[in-house]
Structures are given as C-alpha cells and as structure tokens.
C-alpha cells in the first residue's frame, strides 16, 4: 500500500508540515509494510493548473500528480486562510487527474490560529474529496496555536488523535481496496478552448 501525505503550506516551517510529519511518523513506526511518501508542497515548483490535460505537464507537476495517481490513499494538511485552503494546495487538485482519487481514502488535517476555522474541513474539502469519489474518514484532525510549544507539536490529545487518524486510513484503505460505491458521475473532459 502507498500513501501520499501532502503538507500544503509554503511557509518554511509550518503548523501543518508538523502535523503531517507526525502522522506519517506513526504510519511509518506502526505500519512498517505500508510506503508512505511525504510531499511538502514548499519544495515542489507547481504550474499553475491551465486547463491541458494533466499527461502533458511535466518537471515538479508531472512527479506530483504521479505521486498522487500512484498512491493508494491520501493524507491532506492544510492551513486555514481565511476561512479557505491556500491556492497552493486548491492548484494541486485543479492538476490531478478528475480519476485520480476515485475509490480511495482522504483524511484531513487542518491547522490555523484558533479554533475558529475548524469547519473548513467539512465546508472546503469534503466537498472536494466527494468531487473525485473519494472516500473521507469521520474524525478528521483541526490544530491550533495552543497546540505547539517552542515551534513543535506539544499538545498529547493531538498526537493521539493523527495517530488514529494514520491507524484509521491503513485500516479503511485495506477493507475498500480502492473499489466505488454510488452512482457513476459523467466524463468531464478537460480541453482549453486556446487548443482548438
């Protein structure tokens, strides 16, 4: 099993590439047959998405969605900019196949200040995991301020709970074996009108 664990924020050192980190620690510690790969988006030099069919990017782009249509689940961290995912992490989605998450196992994990943008996760991307018929997890992790001493993560209940979360995608990922469930959605072919 391959899991792609992206940490979307480009800020140098983030709240969110320490929770991804942690996550992926305890996957790679509990579940040493699973290969999990950590993508921080602060390393990668992405096009933006203009319209092509995703086979034709190449350099940073073309491994980053590679990586994406390679992996058997996703896990995504995300800070919250007012109220939204940063357009660093939305582009990845605008890159990737409309199939390249289909059957498989997100789980969310968001970060920012307070508590007081904690519903993005059920707002901004499940709706977009539903997009891909992708499967969400219940129990998706929100961090905050409070939760990091001295620049790392300090907060016990946080740790456990990226823990299960990890736990929880190795676990459902195993019982769905990347099959769909519900009604087939309509072939929605990217074409640039710039092509014809």
Do not use: W
């Not at 305890?26 to 995703?54: A, M, T, W």
């Not at 582009?91 to 409309?98: E, G």
């Amino acid at each position: 099993m391959k899991i792609a664990a992206i940490a979307g924020s480009l800020t140098p050192l983030s709240k969110t590439l320490l929770t991804v980190k942690e996550t992926v620690r305890h996957i790679k510690q509990s579940h040493s047959e699973v290969d999990v790969n950590l993508i921080d988006l602060k390393n990668y030099h992405l096009d933006f998405c203009d319209g092509r069919d995703p086979s034709e990017y190449q350099g940073d782009s073309k491994r980053l969605i590679e990586e994406v249509v390679q992996a058997d689940a996703l896990i995504v961290g995300t800070p919250i900019y007012r109220g939204s995912i940063p357009g660093a992490l939305k582009n990845v989605f605008d890159l990737i196949p409309n199939t390249a998450l289909r059957g498989k196992v997100l789980a969310f994990i968001a970060t920012g200040g307070t508590y007081h943008h904690y519903l993005a996760i059920e707002h901004q991307l499940k709706p977009l995991a539903g997009y891909f018929k992708a499967y969400t997890l219940p129990g998706n992790v929100y961090a905050h301020n409070d939760h990091f001493v001295n620049k790392q993560l300090a907060d016990e209940t946080i740790k456990e709970r990226l823990h299960q979360l990890g736990d929880s995608v190795v676990t459902v990922s195993r019982k769905l074996n990347g099959n769909v469930i519900g009604a087939e959605q309509p072939v929605i072919p990217r074409q640039s009108l710039s092509q014809t």
